[in-house]
């Protein structure tokens, strides 16, 4: 099979990496890639939202299996789009994709089929919603409708703060047309997990459970980015959390996307507060995460190409997954001043000292090739991934091959993993 793989980050690494040892694999491309990517995969560069470019490629290629990594080409109808050209494609289409590509409408079915989520109110006017705020008081959280790239959603600790976040969001339409509406939402608190599954639109086939660190620094302090580390499973996640995520989450919404005429086909992902063993939506995405992927596909054992044409032709019953019992632990290195403004093109030192290294993959996401050496690219760099015969020893190996890697300016977090030590 030839497989087309569309995106460029760690995410999409993770995918080639997993999708080329599938003995039904003889050629994968991914557009527009990365330098990492580059070694599994043929790079064509067409950005991941050009879906008028993927497509002319797909056809002119005779790829039998696209499979799509982020959120845009998604919503912006990508799937639509291969389906009506007769290609096959592994992802959400357009309309089941506003799961993710509208906070509002994601709200809006919760609320209709009792799914548990924080209490919320939409608003398309800015006065309105001070007026809310005011009324509800802080901590409060300020969310913008559309897709904001992981930065639409701001906690805010007091009210003045909510409403300059409104006005940011409305009036200065500092993300643009995705601020025409705001959702303004009860603060929640507890433990957050990642909960990805794949489905056909009946059989849930859930993968291991995940946990995304998402401020930048230590503590989880400092502002929001798309992801510091993760590690998988979530402890969290207990039997009977699983359970209930299974039972009055995903069954609920797939069922309920179906009877609205949204059939949802691929991979859905519950970002989750859990609290006293009760979990609650924070979001639905439409797509794999960033940076869970790593980890759950390092524990994925198995051949992903199947599950994912099973997805798209109906019959995921009968497939299962079996899962390395071994934890697995994602430690992101970014550029200096992620997530602002960061620099790029600073040379990346020990690459292949890690290759050695057993039970531990350098997955790439802002890299390029320059004059034959390996440089910074983006913000997010490299998601450095490792399996441990338990939690304490995955992250030890992590981050013994984070700590051989180094360019100029490098950030990461020291402590990616620790939330799961408190319950051992
Ligand atoms: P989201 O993109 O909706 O997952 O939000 C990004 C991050 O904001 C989440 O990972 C949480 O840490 C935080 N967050 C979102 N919604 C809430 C909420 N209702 N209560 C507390 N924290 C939240
Ligand atoms: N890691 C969070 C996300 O993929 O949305």
């Not at 997955?363 to 490792?386: C, E, K, P, S, W």
């Amino acid at each position: 099979m030839k497989i087309l793989v569309v995106g460029g980050g760690g995410r999409e690494h993770a995918l080639v990496w997993k999708i080329a040892q599938s003995p039904k694999v003889t050629r994968i491309y991914c557009a527009p890639g990365n330098a990492g990517i580059s070694e599994q995969a043929t790079i064509v560069p067409i950005k991941a939202n050009d879906l008028n470019g993927l497509l002319e490629f797909a056809l002119q290629e005779k790829i039998d299996l696209t499979v799509v990594g982020p959120e845009d080409p998604l919503t912006q109808g990508i799937v639509d789009l291969f389906e009506s050209k007769g290609l096959f494609i592994f992802g959400a289409n357009r309309k089941a994709a506003e799961i993710e590509g509208s906070k509002a409408f994601a709200k809006e079915m919760m609320k209709k089929y009792h799914i548990p989520t924080a209490f919320c109110e939409i608003f398309d006017n800015r006065n309105e919603a001070v007026k809310y705020i005011r009324k509800q008081g802080a901590p409060i959280v300020v969310k913008t409708d559309g897709l904001a790239a992981g930065k639409g959603v701001i906690v805010c600790q007091t009210v003045e703060e909510a409403i300059q976040s409104v006005d940011k969001i409305m009036v200065e339409k500092i993300f643009g047309e995705a601020g025409n509406r705001a959702v303004i939402e009860e603060y929640l608190v507890g433990e957050e997990a990642s909960y990805i599954a794949f489905t056909d639109g009946k059989t849930i086939l859930p993968m291991a459970s995940s946990q995304d660190h998402k401020p930048i620094f230590d503590g989880d302090q400092g502002p929001n980015t798309g992801g510091m580390g993760a590690y998988s499973p979530a402890p969290v996640v207990t039997e009977g959390v699983h359970e209930k995520i299974i039972e009055k989450i995903l069954r609920p919404i797939i069922y309920s996307m179906g009877e609205k005429g949204r059939p949802y086909k691929g991979v859905l992902y519950a970002g989750l507060m859990i609290h006293g063993g009760y979990p609650k939506v924070l979001e639905f995405n439409a797509r794999f995460g960033d940076p869970e992927t790593q980890p759950v596909l390092m524990r994925m054992k198995g051949d992903i190409v199947p599950i994912l044409e099973a997805c798209m032709r109906g019959n995921l019953s009968q497939h299962q997954i079996e899962w390395d019992n071994r934890p697995s632990v994602c430690v992101v290195m970014a550029s200096k001043g992620y997530p602002g403004d960061y620099e790029k093109g600073k040379i990346i030192r020990g690459l292949k000292e890690v290759s050695r290294m057993e039970g531990v993959y350098a997955f790439h996401a802002g890299t390029a090739l320059r004059d034959g050496q390996m440089i910074t690219n983006g913000g997010r760099v490299l998601g450095v991934t490792g399996l441990g015969e338990d939690i304490p020893r995955a992250i030890e190996r992590t981050y013994q091959a984070v700590k051989k890697i180094s360019w100029d300016g490098v950030h990461y977090r020291t402590d990616i993993g620790q939330k799961a030590l408190c319950w051992l």
